[in-house]
């Protein structure tokens, strides 16, 4: 089994759920035991600020959306590019944090990109595998561009890259134009 560690997921219609309705989860951990992701395009109606007054001493500095990475409860974790305030590596230059010590200096900076995420999504062991078969998911390897993305439209614009990248192996084609007309 191939770990999707490191790669996205994008829900397609054939996904029944209604929490992950156009989501894009980043998977930070896959095996045959279960896999765990967040989603990255769903948002909190409170602000990071908002929730660290209740979670911690230290002041949160900048301004930052909170994330809800997905329908299972559990502890706060960041998803960052600081290498040193890490638990792992998810993917190079990716890292994952969760831990207080890690969060709170995560939220005193605004050198590294980080996100924070209330909640995951999580699969037990062969769920995961039994969805991809039945076309719930497409598969496609994260950047940090598309991790760190952030307009509104971060399903559209996943779903392009892996209609384009679809396209050009199939026909290949080495450059499809923004504008189909230049072509």
């Not at 039994?130 to 076309?135: R, S, T």
């Amino acid at each position: 089994m191939k770990s999707l560690a490191g790669y996205l997921l994008l829900a397609t219609p054939r996904l029944p759920d209604e929490n992950f309705y156009r989501s894009v989860v980043l998977m930070i951990e896959h095996n045959e035991k279960g896999a765990l992701g967040v989603v990255l395009n769903r948002l909190a109606d409170r602000s990071v600020e908002d929730l660290w007054s209740e979670v911690s001493d230290v002041e949160c500095q900048g301004h930052r959306p909170l994330n809800l990475g997905g329908p299972v409860s559990g502890p706060l974790m960041a998803i960052h590019t600081d290498a040193e305030s890490s638990e792992m590596e998810i993917m190079p230059g990716l890292y994952l944090a969760a831990q207080k010590v890690h969060l709170d200096h995560l939220v005193q900076q605004d050198k590294h990109r980080c996100r924070i995420f209330l909640g995951h999504s999580g699969w037990g062991g062969g769920q995961l595998e039994e969805e991809l078969k039945q076309g719930a998911w497409h598969v496609t390897p994260a950047t940090l561009e598309t991790i760190f993305h952030a307009e509104d439209d971060l399903w559209e614009t996943v779903a392009k890259q892996i209609g384009n990248s679809v396209l050009l192996d199939s026909l290949k084609i080495k450059n499809i134009p923004d504008d189909p007309s230049m072509n």
